[in-house]
């Protein structure tokens, strides 16, 4: 610090001000009051007295709630994986075939972000609901069944509406990783005899691994949390860890334990990617 | 619980609403909307011509707000809230600025149990004797000190009528195999657990251990026969498009589908099933209570009581406003009742520890 002198450590922390103090006021103190919350005891009538009460927390050890934060883990996971599965080829094609059109289909990813997420719900419901609905209609004309399936309201709805809020958080980074990628690289294994499997698996992959892990926290977080697409279109049948700290706050009147499960649930999530980014992430990305 | 009713036309600005809310809770905290600052002068002395008001969204007719403005010169904001649960933390954090709000029955007795609300003066609120006996003097508030009715219906079943035939006036048909898949409950923690409840023949805030075990079985039966767990305002468009073929639904919801398509019937069922109200109160500490009067002095006049229903559908508890209700939502069944059906209705109250009970068995049910 002594090289750079006293007006660049006053510079710094003028620069730093401003987000510190963002971050502790709508990210800190908010953290804590939930956290001071998980150990309060609620009001009949809601509020909370603030103390030492752990019982909250072992209410979440309840085999009904722990069986609802497995299933919300699972269906986190699953729909990290969909996306992976789904977004990769699309990044790769855009970053690598995209050509002078990439700008163009990056854009066309990222439209459907400008529309609120309840709208592309809502409109999920008008496409799949409805016995003579719009995609009802597509698969009868297409002759692929002769009578109208369930497709709205069921367990596979809720994951393909995940999936599809979530798509852009994956690809994005994805993309990002993927663009910078040096063609040299490639041409490289190639003319020294790997097959196209093996200089995507050995040299293109490991080269994205921090797309892949940023687009898998973008997707998994969120996810973890989610409590709106289950309802709309899971028809509440489905019920997430979100929907049950939604229910305990404007329900239950329950705070206290509303909030020991959103505690619960970030620890979860920081011990999961913690894990990882550990096993999947540090090493590769250190041979790298 | 009885969570979001009315909002007939607002389905999506209500669950935009909802969702903000699951991210705001602590901005309730944070928060505090407009005019406290701007204290009107303290002293007694004339209030500024303002009025604020905290609503459920789509809750008053189109010319409810510009004919009080017309006639008495005060200014209405209006805000909305999505729960009842969202408007008593708001009031519990204190210093809201609003002057009139409109609470649900049971949440009358939490928040005058809470002490959040300002008792009524009814000398500034002549228009009360137009507010019919049956609609006087509920449990939740047994003189009117605090609250007078606002609007008022019942929550039954929205089914098919040209699919399923006409139905009789029972539970059973929510619980019928031959619909399985077809049918919609609400997403309501009192509601739907009460339907179980008044299916066995008990009271919709039973407490005791063995009538809710005995609730959560018939749920628990039920489940595999429903489309799913919904809004009010997702049932009906779901019912009418043909999603579901049962819908259970608050009466609004209902008489708004009857009004676009014949084919659909109302039901309210034996051997009981909720009737509900909402209320209009002033928060303790308004600062326009002079103007919180004239407003529901205002409400209960005979021309916006009709004209509030009207636009609603559902039912006012304005005698003085019966006769211009619209001829065509009268003739709608169920919308008028007799005695025979208004007696089996039972009204939600707070069951104070016990909710929590409510809530575990519903969460359960659909975990299940």
């Known amino acids: 610090m002594g090289k750079r002198g006293r007006g660049w450590t006053l510079g710094l922390a003028g620069l730093l001000s401003p987000v510190t103090f963002w971050l502790g006021l709508f990210f800190l103190v908010p953290l804590l009051l939930i956290l001071a919350y998980s150990f309060g005891k609620s009001g009949i009538y809601g509020g909370i007295t603030l103390g030492f009460y752990p019982g909250n927390y072992l209410k979440v050890f309840d085999p009904l709630y722990l069986e609802i934060i497995l299933r919300t883990l699972v269906i986190a996971v699953l729909n990290t994986l969909l996306c992976l599965l789904i977004g990769y080829p699309l990044a790769y094609f855009i970053a690598f075939k995209g050509g002078r059109h990439k700008n163009t289909l990056i854009l066309l990813v990222m439209i459907p972000f400008w529309t609120s997420l309840l709208l592309r719900a809502y409109a999920w419901v008008v496409i799949l609901g409805g016995d003579n609905g719009i995609a009802n209609r597509i698969l009868q004309f297409l002759h ?22 979530y798509l852009p958080f994956m690809i994005l980074p994805l993309y990002a990783a993927l663009e910078k990628f040096d063609w040299r690289l490639k041409e490289a294994a190639q003319d020294l005899g790997a097959t196209r499997w093996h200089t995507f698996w050995r040299v293109t992959f490991p080269l994205s691994l921090p797309g892949v892990i940023a687009g898998s926290i973008l997707v998994f977080i969120p996810s973890a949390g989610e409590f709106v697409i289950p309802n709309l279109l899971g028809g ?3 019920v997430m860890v979100g929907n049950l700290i939604q229910q305990q706050f404007l329900q239950a009147r329950d705070w206290a334990f509303g909030s020991a499960l959103a505690v619960m649930l970030a620890v979860l999530l920081v011990g999961a990617i913690m894990f990882y980014v550990r096993r999947v992430g540090a090493d590769k990305l250190e041979e790298v | 619980m009885v969570l979001q009713r009315k909002i007939s036309r607002g389905d999506f600005l209500r669950t935009i609403g909802a969702g903000a809310v699951a991210g705001s809770t602590l901005s309730v905290l944070a928060c505090q909307p407009n005019t406290s600052a701007q204290s009107s002068g303290g002293g007694g002395g004339p209030e500024e011509k303002v009025l604020n008001l905290y609503n459920w969204s789509d809750y008053v007719a189109k010319s409810t707000i510009p004919n009080f403005q017309k006639q008495t010169g005060i200014t209405v904001t209006q805000d909305y809230f999505s729960s009842n649960e969202e408007l008593l933390a708001k009031l519990q954090a204190g210093g809201t600025g609003y002057d009139v709000i409109v609470p649900s029955d049971y949440m009358i007795s939490i928040m005058i149990k809470s002490d959040v609300l300002e008792p009524l003066d009814m ?21 009117n000190q605090y609250s007078v009715p606002y609007q008022w219906g019942t929550t039954g079943i929205l089914y098919n009528k ?15 195999p031959d619909s399985k898949g077809m049918i919609g409950m609400l997403n309501d923690e009192r509601e739907t657990p009460g339907a179980a409840l008044y299916k066995l023949g008990y009271s919709v805030n039973a407490t005791k251990k063995e009538q809710l075990d005995g609730a959560e079985a018939e749920l628990k039966k039920q489940k595999p026969l ?38 659909l019937d109302y039901l309210i069922p034996e051997p009981a099933a909720t009737r509900w109200t909402d209320n209009m109160a002033i928060p303790k500490g308004a600062e326009h209570p002079d103007n919180a009067h004239k407003f529901i002095n205002y409400i209960l006049g005979a021309k916006a009581g009709a004209a509030l229903s009207n636009y609603t559908y559902y039912n006012t508890p304005n005698q003085a406003a019966l006769p211009m209700i619209d001829a065509s939502l009268k003739k709608l069944p169920g919308y008028e009742l007799g005695p025979s059906v208004f007696d089996r209705l039972q009204i939600i109250e707070d069951v104070g520890a016990a909710t929590r009970e409510y809530s575990t068995l519903f969460t359960s049910v659909k975990s299940s």
């Not at chain 2, 035939?165 to 029972?170: A, T, Y």
């Open chain 1, 144 to 165: 692929l069944t002769d009578h109208p399936l369930t497709l709205i309201f069921t367990p596979q709805a809720v994951i393909m509406g995940m999936v599809y809020s």
């Open chain 2, 226 to 263: 429903l489309r799913g767990y919904f809004d009010s305002t997702q049932n009906r468009p779901a019912v009418i498009n043909g999603d579901l073929l049962l819908g259970h639904v608050f009466s609004g919801d209902a008489f708004l589908a009857m009004a676009q398509d014949d084919d």
């Open chain 2, 123 to 143: 000398s500034k609120i002549p228009n009360f004797k137009n507010v019919g006996e049956n609609y006087k003097g509920l449990p939740y508030d047994p003189d």
């Open chain 2, 162 to 176: 040209k699919r399923l035939g006409k139905l009789e006036p029972s539970w059973d048909p929510m619980w019928d």
């Open chain 1, 236 to 238: 509440a049948r489905t």
